[in-house]
């Protein structure tokens, strides 16, 4: 039967007498009929929905959006909200990963688009997606870009309210959340799920911990086979071997390689991106970055082409700020503009030789060459080995 999960949902409301969970997923078939060349009987269910009191909004541009009074779940102690709501864009998503995670993903949304099709066909799977990997790497945008191509909205788990010092508090939060959850469809997105999922029997483990997993495992458990979850962390060491079992698909987020430096290099610079650039030479020297800290290095390269009136980044300029970058990453203390030069210089010879550098920081290529050496009068520099 076409549109199973929906009429399923909406009898779990009934049964429930929760009125906002059958008004959600009724508007939401409503949507579907509605794409599908049912107008007449969408209008039907659109019509009914208008004469309940205080329902739901049904859907603003293909998304669900709960009205004023509607109330996202609060933590018992501080009052202050255990989620947030928010409604992603498909295409303001700019998602760039490898091929093989892209394909990846694709069977995960087509797992969920097509699961009336696989319920019948008895192989439907848990619509549950666990990414790990170090920050930068796209993981949160992974989320929003999921939420987005799905039109639904992303109800994302905030671990700072969620935790509570009270004793018994964090597991109370996490129910309110999963029941919160599957009162209309969205997609649940526990972010940073190491601080809630640590392994048990570790060192730094206490009973409320313990306690903790064992009710974020249960409260995973209870959510219907169609619930969408998606879940991050950046230290998938630590989780308890039991949470990675809940999740059908797995995403390992790598750092990006070459080929993909390449391209998020030309995606972020647009059309500021120079002509002269060499993108092979800026992807294989960014080795080892994250995709969010290239972003942020392109956008403070355009920042500064666009205060100086410029159409397109300076070569030099990207470079500088690259080179910086990654002297911060390695943790190299170049707080002083003789530091930064005496890094750069030994990072990049070839390009900055002492003309670029002095025309870079405006000052004469005597001044480079001593700050290169160490000998400008009263310079103390930075004491590091290069």
């Known amino acids: 039967m076409e549109h199973l999960s929906e009429v399923l949902k909406i009898l779990d409301g009934a049964l429930k007498s929760n009125q906002s969970m059958a008004a959600n997923y009724a508007g939401l078939l409503a949507d579907k009929l509605e794409r599908d060349g049912s107008r007449r009987e969408a209008r039907m ?11 739901l909004s049904i859907t603003q541009g293909g998304a669900l959006v709960p009205l004023k009074n509607v109330h996202l779940p609060v933590d018992g102690d501080s009052r202050m909200h255990t989620v947030d709501l928010s409604r992603p864009n498909a295409t303001e998503v700019n998602l760039l990963l490898p091929h093989a995670l892209r394909n ?10 097509h699961h009336a099709k696989l319920v019948a066909a008895g192989v439907a799977i848990p619509h549950r997606l666990i990414m790990d990997g170090p920050p930068g790497t796209g993981k949160t945008q992974t989320a929003r870009s999921i939420a987005g191509q799905l039109e639904l909205p992303l109800l994302t788990v905030r ?16 129910r309110r959340v999963f029941e919160y959850a ?33 009710s974020l495992l249960q409260n995973i458990d209870a959510l219907p086979v169609d619930t969408i979850l998606v879940a ?23 750092l990006p390689d070459s080929q993909l430096r390449q391209i998020l290099w030309k995606h972020f610079l647009g059309e500021y991106l120079p002509e002269i650039v060499d993108l092979d030479d800026i992807a294989r020297r960014s080795e080892g970055l994250s995709g969010a800290t290239i972003e942020q290095v392109c956008q403070d390269a355009k920042r500064t082409a666009v205060l100086k009136g410029e159409t397109v980044v300076d070569e030099t300029e990207l470079f500088r700020r690259l080179g910086l970058t990654l002297a911060l990453g ?9 530091g930064e030069i005496r ?44």
């Open 45 to 55: 269910i659109r019509e009914r929905l208008a004469r309940v009191p205080g329902a």
């Open 104 to 113: 990846r993903l694709e069977d995960y949304l087509d797992g969920i688009r």
């Open 159 to 174: 671990c700072d309210t969620m935790i509570s010092s009270l004793l018994g508090q964090t597991s109370r939060n996490l």
């Open 182 to 214: 599957q009162e209309f469809p969205c997609v649940l997105f526990l972010d940073e799920l190491d601080a809630m999922a640590t392994a048990r029997g570790s060192e730094r483990d206490v009973g409320e911990l313990q306690r903790v997993v064992i």
């Open 232 to 254: 991050a962390t950046n230290h998938g060491q630590l989780l308890d071997y039991a949470i990675w079992r809940r999740f059908s698909y797995r995403l390992s987020m790598p």
């Open 330 to 338: 390695q943790s190299k203390v170049v707080g002083s503009t003789e």
């Open 343 to 386: 890094w750069l210089r030994a990072w990049y010879p070839k390009l900055f030789t002492h003309r670029v550098l002095a025309a870079a920081y405006g000052i004469s290529q005597r001044q480079v060459r001593n700050a290169i050496e160490g000998e400008q009068h009263g310079y103390t520099g930075d004491k590091q080995s290069e």
